[in-house]
């Protein structure tokens, strides 16, 4: 298995990061475009498709047809 897919998704979603501070607290704002990208990727190293909502979601719905 290769992890290239995922790295990519990973530093898609670190270069279009913004991050505020101020003296009482620090905000890191992700477009959510980029996370759920990244949360696909790290599902398809690290999730089995058994315990993935999100493929037996899709899964379902394609045995559906």
Same mark, same amino acid.
């Given at each position: 298995m290769t992890f290239n897919n995922l790295k #990519? +998704?990973?530093q898609k979603? %670190? /270069?279009?990061t913004t =991050? #505020?501070?101020d003296q =009482? +607290? /620090? #905000? %890191?704002?992700v477009p959510l475009s !980029? !996370?759920?990208? !990244?949360q696909k990727e790290?599902? %398809?190293?690290f999730i089995e498709p058994d315990e993935d909502t999100? !493929?037996?979601?899709w899964q379902d719905g394609w045995h559906d047809e």
């Open positions: #990519t +998704s990973w979603l %670190v /270069q279009n =991050y #505020t501070a =009482y +607290s /620090q #905000t %890191v704002e !980029f !996370f759920e990208d !990244f790290f599902n %398809v190293c999100e !493929f037996l979601s």
